[in-house]
């Protein structure tokens, strides 16, 4: 059975930056052609795509949160991680990671139950 | 980018219904689509991918179609357990991967 399971604080202060840890099983993230996504979901909206690794650690970025986002992972430990720079209020929101391979043709077909982040001093 | 319109933003319809939800991308994303359900509290569920191809476990009321820009998710008889909101993305074009902004689906 896969699985996916976020991690990381409920709360952070403007400014701090937010690591979130993405512990999975059922799969491996050494196996091609898996990746694993992190998206997000303010209250109430829409979900947005944030950041992407792959198997053979290729990393992918939202083009316009690029440069506060890095996504790395250990294969050992079956997770995935993602630190965020620089956090403003507006990055509140619940954050979720998710699976893909090409049985679900690049779709997300598993995902995390989510943590959610507030950003408030 | 590849922007993604959903419409209509709430479609209130009755259990046994027909509903038909649309997702417009603002250019081409071939077939390259899918739909996911969401629960008040739940992350999302992926429907269907490939534009129409469901996902393993989701039932045969669920159908997907579509391709280039225009794409429908059609739920043949709601069931209690459809109310929820239905969000389209595309994976076409990427990065980023692009979501619609949903439809929610009510009573």
């Known amino acids: 059975q896969v699985t996916l399971k976020e991690s990381g604080p409920a709360l952070v202060k403007p400014t701090e930056t937010l690591t979130l840890t993405c512990t999975f099983s059922?799969?491996?993230?050494?196996?091609?052609?898996?990746?694993v996504s992190w998206i997000r979901q303010p209250p109430g909206k829409a979900l947005e795509w944030l950041a992407r690794i792959d198997w053979d650690d290729d990393e992918f970025y939202s083009t316009s949160l690029k440069t506060r986002l890095t996504i790395s992972k250990d294969t050992s430990k079956n997770l995935v991680v993602l630190t965020m720079t620089n956090m403003d209020p507006m990055d509140t929101a619940t954050y979720y990671c998710?699976?893909?391979?090409?049985?679900?043709?690049?779709?997300?077909?598993?995902w995390g139950p989510g943590t959610m982040v507030t950003v408030s001093s | 980018e590849r922007v993604m319109t959903q419409s209509p933003a709430t479609l209130s319809v009755s259990p046994g219904d027909r509903a038909t939800l649309s997702c417009r991308a603002s250019q081409s994303v071939s077939s390259n689509l899918a739909w996911y359900q969401q629960k008040p509290g739940q992350a999302p569920r992926l429907l269907i991918y490939?534009?129409?191809t469901r996902a393993p476990g989701i039932p045969d009321r669920f159908s997907g179609s579509g391709s280039g820009t225009e794409f429908t998710l059609t739920i043949s008889s709601l069931q209690s357990e459809d109310f929820a909101v239905y969000f389209c993305?595309?994976?076409?074009?990427?990065?980023?991967?692009?979501f619609g902004q949903g439809t929610k689906l009510e009573i």
């Open positions: 059922g799969f491996s993230l050494s196996t091609s052609p898996t990746r």
């Open positions: 490939a534009a129409s």
């Open positions: 998710a699976r893909a391979n090409d049985d679900s043709d690049d779709a997300f077909d598993v």
């Open positions: 993305q595309q994976y076409n074009d990427w990065p980023p991967y692009t």
